[in-house]
């Protein structure tokens, strides 16, 4: 038997040894055997890569809360925290074939990274603190140092090593957000090592550079590229050529600028324009041709372009690659608008770089303290600057370099968001305030520019705008922030009301919450109504949209609008001819009133609301009635304006005895809004009991009410009844039902029913009731 068949054997029996422990383990397992117990922790805390990944996979299996589960939780916490069991794993894995690598490497590298994900879905509340995710990378990161450390020994001693394991780990860790831990607690003190030793250039060489790293992802400085690609030119042709391909491809990829954010983009036009300046100076004629046809097939695409940052960005990049591919004098020109982008794309391919920052990073670089020989550098180098400004014998200021300014106005102007997702993150992320307010600023206009695709996150959006506070001092901050959730309400109507109304009936929320649900359904459903489409930029950001459309209406007198009402339905036998003004139009608010209207008063009378309409609250119960008029009126004389007049009536009926002033005249607006939105022959076969009571509560209001604005508009509700009344041929049931001449056992029973109330014998529902049981003669 050959020396491999005889480790893998060995390797399927351990395997099927863990398997087997872990199956049989259960509460009873150590009851009264601490030496198993001992035996069971010694063979799952081993340096053994396999047994290991079964550790993790087995807990990750395991879904109950059970003694299992906990055993091998407790077991998976001392193998990263206790000992040196974490760091003799990951250094065996350095002494790797590369064929075992490809077999085991990968599912290491996946379990390390993911362990506070798996942890945190199984115990969900009940994570153990040392799965934190912060304090859980920092072990691993400080674990990895350890490795590197023992790597160096290894080389020193002469024995074969490999830091795959360990560079690819760095590179996973940094991309989900770690960056800064591994730039302080690796790079820093490798950097420090480096300054002495061969043997740690060469780790840190095969760690960062020739291995394929994720973490380069994108650097605001533009130092970190050039350096990356000055290094690359003159030290590895054939990797300066790869990367300049690979950010080549992803620059000209048709399917990838779909989904790339602005900031991405412009990231990749920084690398090519660097990458270009070093390939001046190279010899690239075996690979020219491959670049000709990736720059022409991005030019073409940004030619294709709609959003005009993205095209004059690529247009740019195309025109100085082509210039650099083409010698002859057949170069292509664009016109593009010049900006501060362009500008600084167009320095960094010139080479025109800022002295003076280059001189502050070799500052930088020189007084970094990696070693004790630090103090002899930073003299020589002060020294050097002051012996070129000697050498200076003009001081003539004329011949000074004006200061580039671009690279600080690049990074103080924020940028705005282009995706929804973008958008939704900046919003999340406070501490970025620049980029905060340009989301918020921009939410609008993105979330009507990708209606299409608003959807599937919509709810999400609403629930994050709703919840949003003003912890940046925006300007605007509620204006910006309703608008955007009314565009949010227009483009996907029926799940964006539902959610609406239900947060309005939810608990834990202020009055001035719940009034932004009602401006945001108002809003909404005027604007699918209407046929004028909002104009985003000319918006009056300040103005209160509930209120607005209440005053529109309630100022206007209400006369008015019934002698609008009576000419309107006047027979005139000849008259002027008139232009109509107004085209037809489609009213995109019907197939959705539904959702915006009914479920409003479906929970107000529930036992399981968390909102009572007490006297502290009656400005918001008013705000209801004339929410659900104006709503109502928004979908005048549909299909289902039927049934929706009829809930509303049964609604208001209830609240017409409230204390409240301003609940009263809520009652007779929505009314009103009934008579002007329901089919009048509807009002009269279907809903004549309710008009009835309605009636005779408005004629005890002309009589008894002692706000004389609450008179007036009952007045005005009695005279549009009138009108109603009168566009229908009268009939005996009618005249016996609801007939004016009546007045005198009218108002005799109101009164009555007005001592009772106000003795608090009666209740509204009582009221009803005695509405209900009478008979007129």
């Known amino acids: ?45 081993s340096p053994e890569v396999n047994v290991f990944v079964i550790l993790v996979h087995s807990f990750g299996e395991t879904k109950e809360n059970s003694f299992k589960r906990n055993k091998l939780l407790s077991l998976m916490t001392r193998y990263v925290y206790c000992d040196q069991t974490l760091r003799t794993l990951l250094t065996s894995t350095c002494r790797m074939s590369s064929h075992e690598w490809l077999v085991i490497g990968p599912k290491v590298e996946t379990i390390l990274v993911t362990i506070p994900e798996i942890v945190s879905n199984h115990m969900k509340t009940n994570v153990c603190h ?31 090593s490999s830091v795959q394991l360990l560079s690819s780990l760095l590179g996973r860790i940094s991309l989900i957000g770690f960056s800064n831990l591994v730039f302080n607690e690796v790079v820093i003190k490798m950097i420090a090592k480096c300054e002495k030793d061969f043997i740690w250039r060469r780790i840190a060489y095969k760690a960062f550079v020739s291995q394929q790293k994720p973490q380069y992802i994108e650097f605001k400085s533009d130092q970190i590229l050039i350096n990356i690609f000055g290094y690359l030119s003159n030290n590895c042709l054939h990797l300066f050529f790869e990367s300049f391909e690979n950010v080549l491809n992803s620059w000209s990829n048709s399917s990838a600028i779909k989904y790339r954010s602005y900031s991405q983009h412009l990231y990749l036009s920084r690398a090519l324009m660097i990458g270009s300046r070093f390939m001046k100076d190279t010899d690239f004629s075996e690979v020219v041709d491959k670049f000709r046809r990736l720059t022409m097939n991005g030019i073409e695409l940004h030619l294709k372009n709609s959003q005009t940052d993205f095209r004059n960005i690529g247009l740019t990049v195309g025109q100085s690659l082509m210039s650099l591919f083409y010698t002859e004098n057949n170069e292509i020109h664009f016109e593009i608008e010049e900006n501060d982008e362009i500008k600084h794309l167009n320095d960094l391919f010139l080479n025109n770089c800022n002295e003076k920052d280059l001189a502050n990073i070799g500052h930088k670089l020189s007084t970094l303290k990696t070693s004790d020989d630090s103090e002899e550098i930073v003299p020589k180098v002060s020294v050097e600057r002051e012996d070129k400004n000697l ?30 997702r973008d958008c939704m993150e900046g919003l999340i992320d406070h501490e970025k305030v620049e980029w905060f307010t340009a989301c918020l600023q921009n939410a609008e206009q993105i979330i009507r520019n990708n209606s299409d695709s608003v959807d599937g996150i919509c709810v999400e959006f609403t629930l994050l705008l709703f919840r949003l506070d003003d912890t940046c001092a925006v300007d605007d901050f509620i204006g910006l922030r309703l608008r955007a959730m009314i565009a949010l309400c227009v483009c996907s109507p029926k799940p964006v009301s539902n959610f609406l109304c239900e947060q309005f009936y939810a608990s834990n929320y202020t009055i001035r919450q719940r009034l932004d649900v009602l401006e945001v359904l108002l809003a909404s459903s005027t604007e699918l109504s209407s046929n004028v489409k909002p104009n985003v930029d000319k918006m009056n950001p300040k103005a209160n949209l509930l209120a607005t459309h209440e005053e529109k209406i309630a100022d206007n007198h209400w006369t008015q609008i019934v002698k609008n009402r009576i000419e309107s339905k006047t027979r005139v036998l000849a008259h002027k001819t008139k232009t109509l003004d107004e085209k037809a139009f489609v009213n995109r608010f019907i197939p959705f009133a539904g959702h915006f209207f009914f479920p409003l008063m479906k929970n107000i009378f529930g036992n399981e609301i968390k909102v009572h309409f007490q006297e502290d609250d009656d400005y918001v119960l008013g705000r209801l009635l004339y929410t659900l008029g104006l709503i109502l009126k928004n979908a005048s004389f549909a299909p289902i304006s039927k049934q929706m007049g009829k809930e509303l009536l049964e609604f208001i009926i209830a609240f017409r005895y409230h204390s409240s002033v301003y609940v009263r005249e809520a009652v007779i607006f929505a009314f009103c809004m009934v008579l002007m939105s329901v089919p009048p022959i509807y009002l009269i076969n279907e809903m004549s009991l309710q008009m009835v009571e309605l009636q ?5 209001v002309t009589q008894r009410e002692a706000n004389s604005q609450c008179v007036q508009k009952a007045l005005t509700a009695l005279k549009l009844l009138k009108e109603v009344v009168n566009e229908m041929p009268f009939n005996s049931l009618f005249e016996m039902t609801i007939g004016f001449k009546y007045r005198s056992v009218h108002s005799m029973w109101t009164r009555r029913v ?5 003795a608090g014998d009666g209740s509204p529902p009582e009221l009803i009731h005695l509405c209900r049981q009478i008979r007129w003669r």
Request: hydrophobic fraction near 35%; charge should be negative.
């Open 1 to 45: 038997m050959t020396m491999n068949e005889t480790n893998g054997t060995s390797v399927e029996e351990t395997i099927r040894k863990s398997r087997q422990m872990i199956d049989s383990l259960n509460g009873l397992s150590f009851a009264d055997n601490k030496s198993a117990e001992e035996e069971f922790d010694d063979h799952f805390l």
């Open 130 to 160: 040392k799965f934190d995710r912060n304090l859980y990378f920092k072990r691993i990161v400080q674990t990895i140092w350890l490795c590197f450390e023992d790597v160096f020994e290894m080389i020193a001693k002469s024995i074969d």
């Open 391 to 420: 050498d200076s014998d003009d001081d003539d200021d004329s011949d000074l370099i004006p200061y580039d300014m671009s690279t600080e106005s690049l990074s103080s102007v924020a940028k705005r968001p282009v995706y929804l």
């Open 696 to 700: 005779l509560w408005l004629n005890d």
């Open 754 to 758: 007005a001592d009772r109330h106000t």
